[in-house]
């Protein structure tokens, strides 16, 4: 960045490329965005919720309360007619863009006194190859369990800052949890909805992350 930080890292794991965008911050620099030359990519909001989520399959536009807004699925991975994915421009920061048009042309741009770099962090999977992906990976007991112990922790140091910031238990109290907090008790019990678990366990799980 004209700052001196440092905006966009490129590296490379094993045998694929990643691209790592960083917020124009000098020490707890935030990751804006993540792109994996296997297909898998995330961007997201200054205040860390996702915003956009892809994999080999699709992809799926957020709101910053969670909500999908858009969802799709690449054109070479089933047959039959598809709707055509609209062009996506999203602006990260003053001086980071990034712009999906296919899944071969997703761009990463950026742009400072008055010159521009641009990454293609597109990737292409034949229809023949699609067909032989595996099922998406359900989680186990003991990691569903994990998921919404982690989730009943966060709520709790929640409460804890509540109760520093706002003495008064009348006016804590009256304060809703964290946004990202909600949704991903939401997405537990999805999981425990698709899951093959006991209704003793899914119960035990929900009781864990509504408490």
Not at 81 to 88: G, M
Not at 154 to 176: A, G, T, V
Not at 199 to 208: H, K, N, Q, W
């Amino acid at each position: 960045y004209p700052s001196g930080n440092l905006a966009i890292i490129i590296t490379r794991e094993q045998d694929q490329l990643i691209c790592i965008v960083q917020e124009d911050e000098l020490r707890t620099a935030k990751i804006r965005a993540l792109f994996q030359s296997d297909g898998r990519s995330t961007c997201y909001y200054p205040n860390g919720e996702e915003w956009i989520n892809m994999s080999i399959q699709g992809g799926q536009y957020l709101d910053q309360a969670g909500n999908r807004v858009r969802r799709w699925i690449w054109p070479n991975l089933s047959p039959g007619p598809h709707v055509p994915l609209s062009p996506i421009f999203i602006s990260l920061n003053r001086h980071v863009g990034v712009r999906i048009l296919a899944q071969d042309k997703i761009s990463v741009s950026f742009l400072a006194m008055g010159r521009q770099a641009k990454f293609n962090m597109g990737t292409k999977v034949q229809a023949s190859t699609a067909c032989q992906l595996p099922p998406p990976t359900r989680l186990g007991e003991d990691e569903l369990l994990l998921l919404a112990f982690r989730v009943r922790i966060l709520q709790l140091f929640d409460r804890m800052r509540r109760c520093l910031n706002f003495p008064s238990s009348e006016q804590w109290n009256k304060i809703q949890p964290p946004t990202y907090l909600m949704t991903q008790a939401v997405k537990i019990l999805e999981l425990c909805m698709a899951a093959d678990i006991s209704d003793e366990l899914r119960s035990s799980i929900r009781a864990i992350v509504n408490a």
